[in-house]
């Protein structure tokens, strides 16, 4: 039986201790894999994207509720390579 929670898993992905959306790639969608930023250690997410090359992210407090949402997007000024970014969480 599929149920929404196994749906939602199966769209996620954990590699190098991050996780990603997986998405098919379509006229719409261009990167395969786009990285959920995780707002307690936004450090090691900048060099993460800077080291392999992430052009795709999305803020997205659903998968990191207990850390808090993101509430500074400074952090793109220090990753010039990101070419898609999804916003997916209340601001303000």
């Known amino acids: 039986m599929?149920?929404?929670?196994?749906?939602?898993?199966?769209?996620?992905?954990?590699?190098?201790?991050?996780?990603?959306?997986?998405?098919?790639?379509?006229?719409?969608?261009?990167?395969?894999?786009?990285?959920?930023?995780d707002s307690s250690?936004?450090?090691k997410t900048i060099d993460?994207?800077?080291k392999k090359g992430i052009k795709s992210i999305t803020i997205n407090d659903a998968y990191y509720e207990n850390w808090g949402k993101v509430i500074d997007l400074n952090f793109l000024?220090?990753?010039?390579?990101?070419?898609?970014?999804?916003l997916l969480q209340e601001v303000g």
């Open 77 to 86: 000024l220090e990753t010039p390579e990101i070419e898609s970014l999804l």
């Open 41 to 43: 250690r936004i450090n």
């Open 2 to 37: 599929v149920t929404e929670k196994n749906h939602l898993n199966d769209m996620v992905e954990k590699k190098d201790g991050f996780l990603f959306f997986k998405n098919d790639v379509d006229k719409y969608t261009f990167y395969d894999k786009t990285l959920i930023i």
């Open 48 to 50: 993460y994207i800077i």
